[in-house]
């Protein structure tokens, strides 16, 4: 992606074209950009491919395969490496006495800041309670009170006990173990070790399947492709674009990257939830960090400053149950008043038997680093969490490329808004999932092109190639991102962060208009550690960035943050979990609206904002004539 610029002066810088002038740019189906790769070596036939390995994307391929479609599952690690394995506090829904879906829709629509979907989130929160069963059914054992009852618990944002919870704070892995065994048990074929790489699409521009590279020796390797006409993104989170994040190192923003580059639209990007409770290991500390699952407040451990002054009393109804948007904003400012690094988490009070039965894995990590919260507080800071915005989609997981659906993290349901409800996320991944197989079984047969009559454009022959950024890059872009899109935006720091992500990207080559061969690209620098240069190194420290899973991964990161920088520049307000300094107030009247992004064939990003707060539909827009690229943006 070439640059950022954002707002109304967003046509005056180079990069970005806004409103209905970038709308009308992009209309078309696909980019026609593809990472540059080798050709595919082999390939496989499916019905549909499901990108991920999480509760999102199992829970798809399971439906699926019980609807008769031969479905092929790949995943970037192994089946259970995602990020659901990760989640501590549980799955929400109205299961508990006296709970509604009506109850938890009031919860979700306040946490989103106005920017829900209501019809998103009454699908979830009237269709999670079954779904929930459903996961029980498959083999997910939840924690249960000697009656056999659930036992549910309460989070920042709930107004009611209704968070399901495994293994104490072991909930996530619990779902995984589930969905993993049944997987197996119906022996699915699966596709592990692989990134994908890029959709393809036929002469119409629909989905045709994916190109992924499988790491290491197996039944595949290297670069291939399966071949379907259904693809389901559940590629999870971006999290690895900030230096410290509560996200496994697999999270590099694959599935969002891959949808720009086919054309699909993204939304609601610039809202990033920071988790105010992540375990402090330093001012200076970068990559996947102990997370203090919010259950822990739920069970009752107060925030504190140095002093032991709890300050959330202060600010907000709920206290420490807040949602996570204003307990993290709470925290930095208490952080910046008293020139702290960190503020702590106090639940000496729970004692040594709720600790080790409740939340032994937590426990176990903050003793691993030194900290015993038996009988100590827990110092915490914000880190970067979860991505309330993604792909674009309708109820049904559709994207705005025929054929490409989205669920999970990656997607952007409109179910969190500008910001997620605590434990929704679990949620909206199993029913929209289980939605995607529906649509999917639902529609009839895709004509299958015989593999050796296939068109040019599905194998990806006459694109062009994106320039590939060297893997030494990587670290500063997350530094880029964490000192200028973090917790803490302003439009001096946001500007700072387009210009030294456009010096990144300005390493490439210029790939032009003519497609580089897949099999012998250029090689392209950027500028190394400051180390003395290896063996592998050109004489001035620089490394060669060649097709591979580094390199794909940085490029991905890089495409990813500067989409995150120019939808956050362009909103000029606080809101959710996108605060402002120089914007501090929500500005209902031109800002309840969401930003959509797209990235056109000359790789600028097209930025438009929509009239009102409905989610707009998946179909594409209609061409506006407007010669006015500076032009406030407008939805057609």
């Known amino acids: 992606m070439t640059g950022t610029a954002t707002g109304k002066a967003a046509g005056a810088a180079a990069g970005t074209a806004t409103g209905a002038a970038g709308a009308a740019a992009g209309t078309a189906t696909g980019t026609g950009i593809r990472l540059t790769a080798p050709a ?103 924690d249960t009170s000697a009656t056999g009852e659930l036992q549910l618990t309460r989070e920042g944002g709930h107004h009611r006990r209704r968070i399901a919870h495994a293994g104490g704070d072991a909930t996530g892995a619990e779902i995984s173990r589930a969905l993993v065994e049944a997987v197996r048990d119906a022996a699915l074929r699966t596709v592990e070790n692989a990134l994908v790489l890029d ?55 694959d599935g969002v990257a891959l949808a720009l580059r086919a054309g699909a639209e993204v939304s609601d990007l610039e809202f990033v939830q920071f988790h105010p409770t992540v375990l402090f290991l330093g001012a200076g500390a970068e990559g996947q960090q102990p997370l203090v699952s919010e259950a822990v407040r739920g069970e009752g451990a107060h925030l504190v400053d140095a002093d032991g002054v709890r300050f959330m ?3 907000h109804e709920l206290a420490e149950l807040a949602p996570r948007d204003i307990v993290a904003k709470a925290i930095m400012r208490r952080m910046r008043e008293q020139g702290a690094e960190h503020m702590y988490l106090d639940a000496r009070h729970f004692g040594a038997p709720m600790w ?34 993604g792909v674009r989609t309708d ?36 029913v929209f999932a289980e939605r995607i197989a529906a649509d999917i079984a639902a529609r009839p047969p895709e004509p299958r092109t015989p593999r050796e009559h296939r068109p040019p454009e599905e194998e990806g022959i006459g694109s062009v190639h994106l320039p590939l950024i060297a893997p030494e890059a990587r670290i500063g872009i997350q530094r880029i991102m964490s000192g200028g899109a973090g917790v803490l935006r302003s439009a001096r720091s946001l500007e700072a962060a387009a210009r030294e ?20 690209p250029e090689p392209t620098t950027v500028p190394g550690p400051t180390t003395a240069p290896g063996p592998n190194s050109d004489s001035d420290g620089t490394k060669p960035a060649v097709p591979g899973v580094d390199s794909w991964e940085t490029s991905n990161l890089l495409c990813v943050a500067q989409a995150l920088v120019a939808a956050a520049l362009a909103r000029e307000e606080t809101r959710g979990c996108h605060w402002r300094e120089d914007r501090p107030e929500r ?50």
């Not at 389901?232 to 590099?252: H, R």
């Not at 903050?366 to 100590?376: K, L, N």
């Not at 097209?606 to 707009?616: E, K, V």
């Open 40 to 142: 595919p070596g082999w390939s496989v036939d499916a019905d549909v491919v499901v990108v991920g390995s999480g509760v999102a994307g199992l829970t798809a391929a399971l439906r699926c395969t019980a609807a008769g479609l031969r479905t092929v599952v790949v995943t970037k690690a192994r089946l259970d490496d995602g990020s659901t394995r990760w989640a501590q506090g549980g799955i929400a829904a109205a299961l508990g006495e006296g709970d509604t879906p009506e109850q938890h829709l009031d919860d979700t629509l306040v946490a989103g800041a106005g920017l829900c979907d209501e019809e998103a989130v009454r699908t979830l929160v009237t269709e999670g309670p079954a779904a929930v069963r459903r996961l029980i059914d498959t083999g997910a054992h939840f």
């Open 199 to 253: 959709l393809l699409t036929d002469a119409h521009g629909r989905t045709s399947g994916v190109t992924l590279h499988v790491m290491g020796e197996g039944q595949h390797d290297g670069v291939g492709a399966v071949h379907a006409p259904a693809v389901v993104l559940a590629t999870g989170g971006m999290g690895q674009v900030f230096s410290a994040t509560t996200n496994p190192a697999v999270s590099t923003g």
């Open 313 to 315: 009393r202060d600010q």
């Open 356 to 389: 080790e039965n409740r939340f032994p894995t937590i426990l176990a990590a903050c003793r691993a680093h030194g900290i015993d919260p038996v009988t100590e507080p827990i110092p915490v800071a914000p880190a970067a969490h979860y991505a309330s915005g």
């Open 395 to 430: 109820l049904s997981g559709r994207t705005t490329v025929p054929g490409l659906y989205a669920c999970g993290e990656v997607a952007c349901t409109g179910v969190h808004g500008a910001n997620r409800l605590a434990s929704n996320s679990l949620l909206e991944g199993l």
């Open 501 to 520: 992500l456009a010096a990144v990207q300005a390493t490439e080559p210029d790939s032009g208009t003519e497609p580089e061969p897949a099999t012998a």
């Open 587 to 636: 500005d209902d009247t031109d800002w309840r609206r969401h930003l959509v992004v797209r990235l056109l064939p000359d790789r600028r990003t097209a930025l438009r904002r929509t009239d009102t707060a409905a989610f707009p539909p998946v179909s594409p827009p209609l061409v506006p004539s407007s010669p006015h690229p500076a032009e406030a943006p407008r939805e057609p």
